[in-house]
T-cell receptor, first 111, second 114 residues
Framework: QQQVKQSPQSLIVQKGGISIINCAYE??????FPWYQQFPGKGPALLIA?????SEKKEGRFTISFNKSAKQFSLHIMDSQPGDSATYFC??????????FGTGTSLTVIP | DTAVSQTPKYLVTQMGNDKSIKCEQN?????MYWYKQDSKKFLKIMFS???????INETVPNRFSPKSPDKAHLNLHINSLELGDSAVYFC?????????????FGEGSRLTVL
């Protein structure tokens, strides 16, 4: 059973546009929601993360929006750049337990 | 200094062979993981070790055997390789009970079984 559902599978955005990737989870015990970015030939790397006590976290052009009641969270990439082209994974975990990853979103930003 | 390093980066082998992938982390973490990433990019956890003790063992064929000689190393040995084992295998490390919960991944080992 997929603990974290991610959509869309792929996304094409024009340079300067907003990229939005959505995730949903079931387990209300999860208390850590990171987003990982993976470039071809590299391992995933932490991009930004949020805990359920806040509804939004922003780091530069990247923002996580978190809706605890709906059990959903999303990644927004403002002013998307070709260098943002990568695969993005959402994840969820409970402190001290394993991570559950979404199925990934392949983002392509067209110049 | 590379935080999580895996060797080899590429591995091409014949069906039926046995191969190993090594992983080392210099971050002082107490937990290490093996993930398998298939052609669709899905990250599937295989094993997790905390302080050299196996804590996660997902449904993985017993041809796969992890070994953790110490907290900084987690190796993966695969017996009787099959075509379906072709994938990228990622090692990761983290602190089991730490609040930030961040996982640090290696660059992956691409295994191709012919």
């Amino acid at each position: 059973q997929q603990q974290v559902k991610q959509s869309p599978q792929s996304l094409i955005v024009q340079k300067g546009g907003i990229s939005i990737i959505n995730c949903a989870y079931e387990n209300t015990a999860f208390d850590y929601f990171p987003w990982y970015q993976q470039f071809p030939g590299k391992g995933p790397a932490l991009l930004i993360a949020i805990r359920p006590d806040v509804s939004e976290k922003k780091e530069g052009r990247f923002t996580i929006s978190f809706n605890k009641s709906a059990k959903q969270f999303s990644l927004h990439i403002m002013d998307s750049q070709p260098g943002d082209s990568a695969t993005y994974f959402c994840a969820a975990s409970r402190t001290g337990n394993q991570f559950y990853f979404g199925t990934g979103t392949s983002l392509t930003v067209i110049p | 200094d590379t935080a999580v390093s895996q060797t080899p980066k590429y591995l091409v082998t014949q069906m039926g062979n046995d191969k190993s992938i090594k992983c080392e982390q210099n971050l002082g973490h107490d937990t290490m993981y093996w993930y398998k990433q298939d052609s669709k990019k899905f990250l599937k956890i295989m094993f997790s070790y905390n302080n050299k003790e196996l804590i996660i063992n997902e449904t993985v064929p017993n041809r796969f055997s992890p070994k953790s000689p110490d907290k900084a190393h987690l190796n993966l040995h695969i017996n009787s390789l099959e075509l379906g084992d072709s994938a990228v295998y990622f090692c990761a490390s983290g602190s089991f009970a730490r609040a930030t919960g961040e996982l640090f991944f290696g660059e992956g080992s691409r295994l191709t079984v012919l």
